[in-house]
């Protein structure tokens, strides 16, 4: 493993990802491919083509783009992709599945089959919790089923089902892991705690859906990308592993938690109309990843407080996602939940 093509590297893992890798791993050379998207960003990647000029190279490509896939794979003599390209958010994939399907499905089918055509030595799928659904008591395992609730969750499961054909069929050499929520810096302004972070520094008002009493395990970037790349380095061909924080919380918990470190009040929340089909609880199982060598590490006040410094100290780079296509999807969210909102 040598040149390595890390799809969706210009997101918020991916970026975490390919700074991590290209320290880690001095003799790899990384190609991002990424087809930058609403949530593709070269300014999460800006510090690395600085740092690692002639080890790091960006293609700008659509995964689904079969031609342009293969092209790059020969182009740079790829041997290994780790595929983190993905529409990711729920509330979008409700509003619009669409890109769901494209991306997350026929993108994975086209890396799958670059691996095939060019005997990649791995695929690697960068997959999530979500697959399982929810998870009312206990811990998923890897080998509960597939049993996903939102347009999201079931892309990225149709992926894995591919990919377990794929392995099956062509013995092509697949790993998967499957994380929980994750959090840190370079998270487009969405997601539970990088919107609600950015909302409060400008004490706008955080819509939090239903009673908040919804379970996450809440996973810091770095121990996510550590667990992704210890599957790489140690995982065996044709598993999936889980990548938990072991830190299961209600959401109301966690914003609680973020308002006192920010300090600010909590008459910002604001209960608004609940997302449909909300999984109330995912929860992982992770003594297969544990049994490898890999552990979370981090604690997670001190990680949401590096997290929500780090959103303070950077707000030249989410007040520009903000002020941009942000401002219609957040419109079509939450104008109307926020009206009602009690
Ligand atoms: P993100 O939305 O921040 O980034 C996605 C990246 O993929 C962007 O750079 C985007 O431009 C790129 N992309 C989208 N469609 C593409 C296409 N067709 N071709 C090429 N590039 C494309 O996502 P993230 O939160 O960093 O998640 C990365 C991966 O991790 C996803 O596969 C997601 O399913 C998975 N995951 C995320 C979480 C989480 O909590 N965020 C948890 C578990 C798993
Ligand atoms: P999210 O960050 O969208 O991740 P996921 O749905 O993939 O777990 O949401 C995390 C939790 O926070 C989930 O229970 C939904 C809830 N949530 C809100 O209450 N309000 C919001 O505006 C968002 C984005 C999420």
């Known amino acids: 493993m040598k040149h390595i093509m890390i799809t969706g590297g210009a997101g918020f893992i991916g970026s975490n990802y390919v700074r991590y890798a290209l320290e880690a791993h001095p003799d790899w050379h990384i190609v991002v491919l990424d087809k930058l998207t609403y949530a593709g960003n070269l300014d999460n990647l800006k510090d690395v ?22 092209a790059a794979v020969r182009q740079y003599r790829i041997d290994t992709i780790v595929n983190f390209a993905a529409e990711s ?28 055509e060019f005997g990649l030595e791995r695929f690697h799928q960068v997959s999530t919790d979500e697959v399982y659904g929810d998870v009312p008591t206990g811990y998923s395992q890897e080998t509960d089923p597939l049993e996903p609730n939102s347009p999201y969750s079931a892309s990225k499961a149709a992926a894995e089902l591919l990919i377990r054909s794929y392995r099956v069929t062509y013995n092509a050499p697949v790993t998967v892991t499957r994380g929980s929520n994750t959090f840190g810096p370079y998270q487009y302004p969405e997601k539970l705690l990088s919107l609600f972070i950015t909302n409060a520094i400008d004490d706008q ?14 996973l810091y970037v770095m121990d996510h990308v550590r667990g992704i790349d210890h599957v790489l380095m140690h995982g065996q061909l044709g598993e999936a592993y889980n990548v938990g924080g072991e830190n299961e919380r209600h959401n109301i918990d966690v914003i609680r938690m973020m308002l006192r470190i920010l300090g600010k009040p909590e008459s910002l929340i604001k209960r608004v109309a609940d997302r449909p089909g909300h999984d109330r609880r995912y929860a992982l199982d992770t003594r297969k990843l544990r049994a490898l060598g890999w552990a979370p590490r981090a604690d997670f006040e001190g990680a949401l407080r590096e997290t929500v410094d780090w959103y303070v100290n950077n707000a030249w780079w989410w007040r520009k996602i903000k002020s941009g296509e942000f401002k219609e999807f957040y419109r079509r969210q939450y104008a109307e939940r926020l009206a009602q909102a009690v």
């Open 49 to 70: 083509a600085e740092r690692f000029h002639g080890r790091y190279y960006f293609v700008q490509a659509d995964i689904a783009d079969r031609e342009a896939v293969f």
């Open 89 to 116: 958010h729920v509330d979008r994939s409700i509003l619009d599945p669409d890109a769901f399907i494209k991306t997350d499905v026929y993108g994975t089918y086209v890396l799958l089959e670059a691996t095939r």
């Open 205 to 218: 008002p955080l819509p939090l859906y239903g009673d908040g009493m919804q379970v996450r395990d809440w």
